[in-house]
């Protein structure tokens, strides 16, 4: 029996083909974050609980105090990080502001780079510049 190529199957095997090619291209490209995220909110004790993430890409990077303040209806939000290493750590961090609502406001804060010195204790914060805001999350991650 001999087998009749006419121009629809060979338009039916060209699209199995691409279509072929396309999920495997995209399989092969699955994103892989390696600038992991940490999320931290403050608890009630003036520390801080994991939410999302783990501390491994700042895993020498220790928060060990936050608080909040509100000045002219902006809140203040700020925490105490301490590098555990003996060397230098280089860290990107960045504010989430939690409006009263429940929701999350995490456009008004921009991704800012931080140095700490070994062993050394920085106080990092920043500002709910839209107001509303009654607690704030911090997200860190290592610098690229």
């Known amino acids: 029996m001999t087998r009749i190529f006419t121009p629809l199957t060979y338009l039916n095997n060209m699209r199995e083909t691409i279509i072929s090619f396309f999920i495997i291209s995209l399989s092969a490209c699955a994103p892989y974050n390696k600038n992991q995220v940490t999320t931290l909110q403050p ?7 994991v939410v999302a993430g783990n501390q491994s890409k700042v895993k020498h990077v ?5 608080y909040k303040e509100e000045i002219n209806g902006k809140l203040i939000g700020k925490v105490e ?4 290493s003996s060397s230098p750590t280089v860290f990107m961090y960045k504010f989430d502001w939690i409006q009263e609502d429940g929701s999350v406001d995490a456009s008004s804060s921009i991704w800012q780079t931080a140095t700490i010195s070994g062993q050394e204790i920085k106080t990092l914060q920043d500002v709910n ?6 607690d704030f999350r911090v997200l860190l991650k290592k610098s690229k």
């Open 43 to 49: 608890n009630e004790n003036g520390g801080v609980d």
């Open 62 to 66: 220790n928060i060990t105090k936050s």
């Open 81 to 84: 990080v301490q590098n555990r």
């Open 129 to 134: 510049i839209r107001g509303g805001a009654v």
